[in-house]
């Protein structure tokens, strides 16, 4: 009764969709993530918007198949010597570890990238503050091209930063991508192992609620190839369009 409500909730929220169920698999979902634009002209921010809605519709469905899986009785006999190793690099420390320090270098490495922009935006303002006032007062009889001047350059000096910031951030950004496809494979080829070896039980929902989490390295490098171009697409616009 218990499976019957699973499957059936796995229809009504559409889970059978998912790209597990469409023959993706996380890797391939991966290399969807396109790499950091080189400039803000032209940048498209939502391009990974998809993998991060594929992604956690496949993780979701693949958390309902381990839990089905978890509920069938374990069957009996000896584990074979291909299928103990399959377990031991299952259970490899790096197996877990490798996804952690991805985890972490994507919420932390990219950081102070994201505060040098921050703290130079900042610096420009203070000096466009300065040189609209070594025009004069502001009221009237001010000196209107003066002003025009200083409006007209900020614009350009916003997006020369936002264009550097690109710059800096899609080396350290396509580093990162690289390790997370170098987990990724690895986690990938110790599932796939025990799915090979006909594992069942315990280790076959260990392997199926691992690929669960497989899935959420394609979302999280998605999400920061959007956090990383909104970010320069905002800073940009600081000073408002080029004039």
Do not use: H
């Amino acid at each position: 009764m218990k499976i019957r409500r699973i499957v059936l909730l796995s229809v009504i929220l559409g889970w059978t969709g998912s790209a597990a169920a469409t023959g993706e698999t996380p890797l391939a979902l991966l290399a969807a993530v396109p790499a950091l634009p080189t400039a803000v002209d032209g940048a498209r921010c939502d391009a990974a918007q998809g993998v991060i809605g594929k992604a956690q519709a496949a993780a979701q469905a693949d958390m309902l198949r381990a839990q089905q899986l978890a509920m069938q009785p374990p069957r009996g006999g000896r584990i074979s010597d291909a299928q103990g190793a399959a377990i031991e690099r299952l259970s490899d420390p790096q197996f877990t570890g490798c996804m952690m320090e991805v985890t972490r270098q994507l919420a932390e490495d990219l950081a102070p990238l994201e505060q040098s922009l921050y703290v130079e935006l900042e610096e420009l303002a203070e000096a466009k503050r300065r040189d609209k006032k070594l025009c004069g007062p502001s009221g009237k009889g001010a000196d209107i091209d003066c002003f025009a001047r200083v409006e007209a350059v900020y614009p350009e000096k916003a997006r020369a930063a936002a264009n550097a910031f690109l710059g800096r951030a899609g080396a350290q950004y396509g580093a990162l991508s690289e390790r997370t496809r170098a987990c990724l494979s690895r986690r990938e080829t110790a599932i796939e192992g025990v799915q090979r070896s006909g594992l069942s039980g315990m280790f076959g929902m260990q392997a199926i609620a691992s690929r669960a989490e497989n899935w959420r390295m394609p979302a999280m490098l998605a999400e920061t190839y959007g956090n990383l171009c909104g970010k320069a697409v905002d800073a940009a616009g600081r000073f408002g369009p080029p004039r």
